[in-house]
């Protein structure tokens, strides 16, 4: 059996790497708080274990790549999570656009983007929570993305080839909340 998704993100970002904790913690909230759009509870169940998951491949303890979301999927898959959660973390947030730019784009090509809109949400999720943890939208994420890195960074340049996707992704699930009434959700 696999440990609890939760306690996997605490034992490997608390002590490291506390406010990539704060950010996880407050991405687990944000898809917690819409995981009423999906009626399926293992749809659910997927939507809320990838956003507390989705950044350990930043953990020292396992990163081995220079693409967080490809460390974090190869580590889940080492430890028996099912393929589809492994394949959220491998494609969250655009990373195929990232490992594109870092040479690592055959390596995370055994998973695929299931494009899905369990997988919009946890974009979503992702893009609207700050590094501590607290609401924002996705704009003023992407801003203090390029803010943090600089122009240099290969993360800027990422963050900037993404952004049309990004948006699109976060438009798609606002706009499923909203065909569903449930926008209030989303606050
Ligand atoms: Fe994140």
Known sequence: MTPAPKDVAEKLLAMELPRRWLHVQGVGRRAASIALLFDDPHERWLLKSSAVLHDIGYSPMIASTELHALDGAIYLRDIGFPQRLCALVAHHSCAQFEAELRGLAEDLSCWQDERTPVRDALW????????????????????????????????????????????????????????????????
């Open 124 to 187: 979503w999720a992702d893009m609207t929570t700050t590094p501590d943890g607290k609401v924002t939208d996705v704009h003023a994420r992407i801003h203090e993305i390029e803010e943090r890195y600089g122009d240099e960074d290969v993360v800027t340049v990422f963050i900037r080839r993404a952004r049309r996707e990004l948006v699109a992704a976060v438009e798609r699930t606002e706009e499923r909340l909203r065909m569903a009434g449930l926008s209030h959700l989303a606050k």
